[in-house]
């Protein structure tokens, strides 16, 4: 009994001195810790229990003299005691009522805003990765001349997806006949929408070139769906902590980002159940912490949701706050997809459903 009551207190002085390290980011002091958080101790007391917590690999003190701050194994204990916090704070809940709904059939732009919404809530780098959403197409093709030769092409599809291309032609386009092709790509997509203008002779083979290699690029895109679609935000918001000011730490942290197998590897953690994973401090990235959570649609799991930052982190604000996000973003996102009747493919799944659309041939003499 008189263990278990001192490995309580322990536990006590631990993490009320994480989460004064959290706040400060400053070694923390025996006489701060009683001062700030624990007034019913003594510092001899404290000390005594930070002696003991440091034997315990749990604290370390930079200077003989000095405060203690947290080690890794100690921020993992304090995240493991964390996951189990419920309560959402209620600026947290309001903010994301206001800011979380997702009103059109646009699901790219709707998943973009999401991820927005939750970097600008938490002050952290975000992502969310999706399923492929079926029964797409193309909406619109935009030009933009870049020289002579090459052409910028931008399509745009009905769930608000852009893709773009540079694409080579045989002369340079004058601006004007870049934006007479776009009239005509439009007739194309949207025969009874649109007013056309006729083409000189020059540009017709040019455009019907074009069509045919833009359609069957995004065929091919739709067709070879290998990998997640992930949608990131608030990179810049990780240099807002002074540990990112290390160029090192912070390239190394924005590649778990960037790299498609650590995202792929980073998800299949993730899915191996609905509660929130985390990851704090792995051997290339010391100073960071991965918080991800699975999301489910049609009472499947097809994503992940994740946050990006170092360990000095408010964790126990974070869970109920990703938790909450995580309910909120299935809701929305499973209105969209009944009332619209459409269907999900994830990169392991067959292709079961052929884009519309509208090819011809064309030889000119």
Do not use: W
Request: hydrophobic share 40%; with cysteine; glycine share 2%.
């Amino acid at each position: 009994m008189q263990k278990e009551k001192r490995n309580k207190r322990a536990l006590e002085v631990l993490f009320s001195l994480i989460e004064l390290y959290l706040k400060t980011g400053k070694p923390i002091a025996s006489n701060t810790l009683k001062d700030e958080s624990l007034p019913h101790l003594s510092s001899a007391t404290i000390r005594n229990y930070c002696a003991e917590l440091e034997e315990g690999g749990l604290l370390e003190q930079m200077h003989t003299s000095g405060g203690r701050v947290p080690t890794v194994e100690a921020f993992r204990l304090f995240a493991e005691s964390c996951s189990l916090t419920k309560k959402i704070e209620p600026k947290d809940e309001m903010f994301f009522l206001q800011h979380l709904e997702f009103k059109t059939v646009e699901l790219q732009r709707s998943l973009e805003l999401a991820v927005e919404a939750l970097s600008e809530a938490t002050g952290l780098a975000s992502l969310i990765t999706s399923p492929r959403f079926d029964q797409d197409f193309i909406k619109e093709i935009r030009l933009f001349v870049l020289d002579s030769t090459r052409l910028l092409s931008v399509i745009i599809t009905q769930f608000s997806v852009c893709y773009t291309d540079i694409l080579h032609i045989p002369k340079k386009l004058s601006s004007f006949s870049a934006k007479r092709i776009e009239t005509f790509f439009q007739s194309k997509l949207q025969p009874k929408e649109v007013i056309l203008e006729e083409l000189t002779a020059e540009e017709l083979p040019i455009a019907m070139q074009l069509y045919q290699e833009i359609s069957l690029r995004f065929m091919v895109r739709y067709a070879n769906f290998t990998t997640d679609e992930v949608h990131k935000a608030g990179l810049y918001r990780l240099l807002n902590f002074t540990e990112f000011h290390d160029p090192a730490l912070l390239g190394s942290t924005l590649s778990l980002m960037e790299n498609p197998a650590k995202v792929h590897e980073m998800i299949q953690r993730t899915m191996r159940n609905d509660q929130i994973s985390f990851q704090i401090a792995d051997p290339i990235n010391h100073q960071t912490t991965v918080l991800s959570i699975p999301y489910r649609v049609q009472n499947k799991r097809v994503g992940a949701i994740a946050l990006f930052g170092p360990m000095r982190i408010p964790y126990p604000r974070l869970f109920p706050l990703l938790n909450h996000f995580r309910n909120l973003f299935e809701k929305q996102l499973d209105q969209v997809i009944r009332a619209n009747n459409i269907s999900l493919r994830t990169p392991e799944t067959t292709l079961e459903h052929n884009p519309t659309l509208f090819l011809e041939s064309y030889s000119h003499e």
